[in-house]
């Protein structure tokens, strides 16, 4: 537990000391223009969500029938393997019967014929102490009598309750509240502490209406505009309605830290340091631009006060190519685009004002320690490391073989001084000899490592690059030395091609069977994903972009 503590401060004040912002990025297509969402309607059942919801996502649009009718094909094997499972299990015969039916009926079709639809809308969100899911159903009255059949099929019902005239299912596990409705056509469940049961339901049962709701606020439609999204899952998390919360400063609030045993106390001085962080980072929006059987292309976005996200800003370096690794199709590719040496100052400056003015709550104090651990490890840097600026790395093939891996590709290294970098390389006895200069030329060199392939050196201006493979991977680590950034940034990215990676692994999987076989060829259905991280001038953002094969 102390350990798990100290991590969460630890990732705590990395956020407080440097928090990001918003920005476009090239490879995944966030242009942030905004829409006209006057005419965006969503289900009727967003009157029920509460304004001040610290979190929610709504299914403005229905998940395309195409997307769920794609993951079907990928996870055709599913059924066949279910039916196995259930045939080796020593069930009654009503059971395995059921349990036949319900899996020759997993696809969209299937679903309807028990009043369920797969491509429909939804809500996910926080209400007082509890989770609520709300969808609505093509038929209730085909669902319960599902459930009915299921019932006796296991000789045992789910337990009821009712409220007013409305029954609902209730089954206890543990402390935990699992509840669910069935309307005609919506479907409702919700999970909570047991003690917060007559004061959740009434908003769970349609029962009773929140003051004001995010129909009435508005707030979701305007980060959908805002942002340009579609109405695929878009949400927020709002880290004031957070903190509000845990002041329990409304009556369901009070209950609901009660009932979840949290005994924290928001003191006067809590409450005004945790307001403070909450205006640094008051919320996270997130949703998506495509949505299709091809391409799932989206954003998520941290932001945070303007005068911060506008120093960040400063502390992004231009690494070529890193803006585009999608386009680029690499099997692994990554890099980062920061300023070493400003990054540092920037990180001191935050270090010295926590040391200035500590935070006082109990809670917080752990940032008060992890900024002292910080201002050791700055100053524990060699004077070499405050001279990168990024990196980038791409991997166009990697293969296992009985012998070695197979590898190729190339990197970059964009260091103030790339030849001090040469000079500490030659402390390793293999390099003492090597001679580099910083003419662009390449130098082919031997590695102590066991991989085939041909290594080779340059150094251009403040780039360093190396390639390692056949003579394409030279020919474009050279390429890339002439190349020059069009802008800063990002600060980091990855890009992976799920598909290449597990067809390298496959001659070392050959002797798969069975499930494992299934689960290798799934993944190959799995095409490049890349994100990237910006800082820009609303907060940190996360731009990415994943191919489906």
């Known amino acids: 537990m102390y350990i798990h ?30 829409i006209d969402v006057s005419s965006l309607v969503g289900p009727d059942f967003l009157k029920y969500i509460p ?3 610290p979190f929610v996502i709504v ?40 349990f036949d039916e319900l899996i020759d009926n997993l696809s969209i079709k299937g679903f309807e014929n028990y009043g369920v639809k797969l491509s429909t809308r939804f809500a996910f969100y926080a209400l007082g102490g509890s989770l609520v899911l709300r969808m609505e159903l093509l038929d209730g009255d085909k669902l319960n ?27 206890l596990a543990g402390e935990a509240l699992i509840v669910f409705f069935v309307g005609k056509k919506e479907f409702v469940a919700a999970v909570m502490p047991a003690g ?33 999204f579609k109405g695929y899952m878009p949400g927020f998390i ?37 307001m403070q962080l909450a205006k640094v980072i008051p919320s996270m929006i997130f949703g998506y631009y495509e949505f299709s059987a091809k391409r799932l292309n989206g954003m998520a976005m941290i ?60 809670i917080l104090l752990g940032i008060n320690e992890a900024a002292k651990s910080s201002a050791k490890h700055f100053a524990s840097l060699p004077p070499i490391a405050t001279g990168f600026r990024g990196t980038v790395v791409i991997a166009n093939k990697f293969k296992m073989t009985d012998k070695m891996p197979e590898v190729g590709g190339y990197a970059l290294l964009n260091h103030q001084d790339p030849m001090a970098l040469v000079a500490m390389a030659k402390s390793i006895p293999a390099l003492a000899n090597i001679e580099i200069k910083p003419n662009g030329e390449p130098v082919k060199i031997t590695l102590p490592l066991p991989i085939a392939g041909d290594v080779y050196v340059a150094v ?65 259905n799995f095409g490049l994903l890349t994100e990237a991280f910006y800082f820009t001038d609303q907060g940190l953002q996360l731009d990415f972009l994943f191919d489906l094969n």
């Open 5 to 34: 503590k100290k991590l969460a401060l630890t990732i705590a004040f990395a956020l407080l000391v440097s928090i990001p912002a918003c920005n476009k990025d090239k490879d995944t297509g966030s242009k942030h223009k905004s």
């Open 51 to 53: 304004a001040d919801s």
């Open 59 to 98: 299914g403005y649009e229905p998940i395309p029938a195409e997307l769920i009718e794609k993951s079907g094909e990928i996870y055709k094997f599913m059924p066949e393997y279910l039916k196995q499972k259930v045939l080796n299990e020593d069930l009654p015969a009503p059971q395995k019967e059921l």
């Open 145 to 171: 009598k599902l459930i009915a059949r299921a019932s006796k099929a296991v000789g045992e019902n789910i337990p009821t309750a009712k409220l007013a005239d409305t029954e609902y299912y209730r089954v």
């Open 196 to 228: 917060l049961e007559k004061d959740i339901m009434p908003y769970v049962l349609n029962q009773k209406k929140p003051a004001k709701s995010i129909v009435d606020s508005g707030k979701l439609k305007k980060i959908i505009g805002q942002y340009g």
């Open 238 to 274: 709002d880290s004031k309605a957070m903190v509000d919360f845990f002041s329990g400063n409304t009556d369901l609030s009070k209950k609901s830290l009660k009932a979840l045993g949290i005994d924290f106390e928001m003191t006067p001085i809590c409450q005004t340091e945790f």
């Open 303 to 362: 932001n945070i006060r303007n005068d911060i996200a506008k120093e960040l800003i400063d502390l992004q370096a231009p690494v070529p190519l890193l803006a585009n690794l999608h386009k680029h199709k690499p099997m692994i590719a990554f890099g980062s685009g920061m300023d070493a040496k400003k990054t540092i100052h920037w990180f001191k400056q935050q270090v010295a004002k926590i040391a200035a003015k500590p935070y006082q709550c109990p």
């Open 460 to 524: 251009k201006d403040n780039q360093l690059g190396l390639s390692l493979g056949q003579e394409a991977e030279k020919v474009a680590m050279l390429k890339a030395l002439e190349l020059k950034a069009e802008k800063a940034g990002p600060a980091f990215a990855i890009s992976y091609d799920y598909g290449r990676i597990f067809e390298s692994m496959a001659p070392r999987m050959a002797g798969m069977g069975g499930m494992e076989a299934n689960f290798i060829n799934t993944l190959k």
